[in-house]
């Protein structure tokens, strides 16, 4: 498998695509939210609109929506941009940050950064936003009810893209408060955060009404429109729905098999082909993306909000590569560290710290050391959506690069990473996950299991009905069935 072998006779022409910021909300550029559901709470439903305004960007054009929209998992709809590179570009169209788009959906319940110490999978470190998780809830944020500081991971990481100048490129707060003072939706905002809460040309009042936008957002990405939980598997943990013998053969595979049970038992007591004992969790998936529910009975999110690295190799079609350096200091050279990174920056604010550091800390003293095992580690993504798409061409990127292309790329990846020449190296080529990745002896018929499997994890899973079609449309029917 030859991960440079990648479509490059199209860039020109999908570059002029790219150009069209008029076409990102639309097509195969991207797709708008759907209707509103009916059920959000009001700083819900303001964090919707705020999360579909692509004016929120200079020039306008980009906005969450842009890089996390429904039809894809809340991750990067635009097909043209996973197919060629996985990096987005921002709403300058010649900017672009290092990494894909995470998703938006299932991440609220990452909590702090914070250390756990290591365990026999060199897990260090969970909670946190971001791949590297530099949005680590310890910035304070303007308080809604006394003067106690307020910290939340998910609205800090929407703290961000609005001033990056590869995302949305906006100057400063002033300028994204004015713009929401001016949008559609400005009565929304003054009832959810009171009169006079949009007073771009107070300081003080801007800085909390920024605090005020992310919170918005990040209630939305809390509510039940983007974490539905109405996949083919919560039918089917839910008794309303079977899983096809391949499916159950990929859950069975899937499994932790270090937890001594199986999801299979209770629910297929009957009527299901019996997998070999030695097989099950054969892929080891389910260490770091547990299937289990939570402590509380809450659903599975796939994903144990840790840091790890699986030995991701360079993608070399990443733009990042390519940006001045303004951007990008280290050229060609440059490498993604992932929570080393972010660990550093922690180190030199103990030794000096800015005006404007957290007050909160970490609950460690970072040293060299910590740094050192955090190199080349990203965030467990949930898998969740992972296989969503809006038609079954649509091509989406997968790794914190986006280097592979196919559900089926990434899992032969995890299987045979340490196979002699099947993939390049890994760009941060120590620290690597051992035990579960690299030679785990799958089948060609057991990967596309697996990958069968996560396929049940696609949220507005409706079971066939006999008006269906016998194949699937690469299109939405512009009409209603009869």
């Known amino acids: 498998m030859n991960l440079h072998l990648r479509r490059i006779s199209l860039l020109g022409v999908i570059l002029l695509f790219a150009g069209g910021q008029s076409c990102m909300a639309q097509g195969f550029f991207g797709f708008p939210l759907g209707p509103q559901q009916d059920n959000l709470e009001p700083i819900e439903q303001l964090g919707r609109s705020l999360f579909n305004d692509t004016n929120l960007s200079i020039p306008a054009g980009q906005g969450c929506v842009t890089c996390h929209a429904p039809q894809t998992g809340f991750t990067s709809p635009n097909l043209f941009v996973n197919f060629l590179w996985g990096p987005h570009f921002g709403a300058i169209p010649n900017r672009f940050g290092a990494r894909k788009p995470p998703s938006a959906a299932y991440a609220g319940d990452s909590g702090d950064l914070t250390y756990v110490g290591p365990d026999q999978f060199g897990v260090d470190w969970e909670g946190g936003m971001f791949w590297d998780g530099r949005a680590s809830g310890h910035h304070a944020m303007f ?7 307020e910290f939340d991971p998910l609205a800090e990481q929407a703290l961000a893209p609005f001033l990056n100048p590869v995302e949305q490129n906006v100057p400063n707060k002033a300028t994204v408060v004015r713009k929401v003072a001016f949008s559609r939706y400005r009565q929304q905002f003054l009832n959810v955060w009171g009169p006079g809460s949009l007073n771009f040309q107070d300081k003080e009042v801007v800085e909390q009404a920024y605090d ?14 983007v974490n539905p939980f109405s996949s083919k598997f919560d039918a089917w943990l839910a008794g309303e729905v079977e899983l096809t013998e391949q499916e159950k053969l990929g859950l069975w ?20 082909t019996p997998f070999p004992q030695g097989n099950q969790g054969k892929a080891r998936c389910g260490i770091c993306h547990s299937e289990l529910p ?26 990042f590569y390519f940006m001045p350096p303004r951007f990008n200091p280290d050229g060609r050279n440059f490498v993604d560290r992932g929570l080393a990174a972010t660990l550093e920056n922690f180190f030199l604010q103990q030794s000096a710290p800015p005006e404007d550091a957290p007050l909160k800390v970490l609950n460690k003293e970072i040293t060299q050391e910590d740094i050192d095992n955090a190199e080349g580690r990203h965030k467990t993504p949930t898998l969740r959506n992972v296989n969503l798409r809006p038609f079954s061409g649509f091509v989406k990127a997968y790794a914190h690069n986006g280097v592979f292309k196919s559900m089926e790329e990434i899992v032969h990846f995890y299987n045979a990473r340490d196979v002699p020449g099947e993939f390049d190296e890994p760009e941060v080529p120590v620290n690597l996950t051992q035990g579960i990745v690299g030679d785990l002896g799958l089948t060609e018929e057991e990967e596309l299991a697996i990958v069968a499997f996560m396929a049940t994890l696609s949220d507005g899973y409706t079971p066939p009905s006999e008006n269906d079609f016998p194949f699937p449309l690469p299109f939405p029917f512009p009409f209603p069935l009869p």
């Open 143 to 149: 308080p809604e009810s006394d003067s106690s500081p």
């Open 212 to 225: 005020q936008i992310v919170k918005s957002i990040a209630a939305f990405e809390r509510s039940s429109e």
């Open 253 to 272: 595979l899937f499994e932790n098999p270090f937890d001594g049970q199986s999801l299979l038992d209770p629910n297929e007591e009957e009527g299901r």
């Open 294 to 319: 939570g402590p509380n009975d809450e659903p599975p999110l796939f994903t144990d909000f840790a840091y790890h690295n699986i030995g991701i190799p360079k993608n070399p079609n990443n733009p």
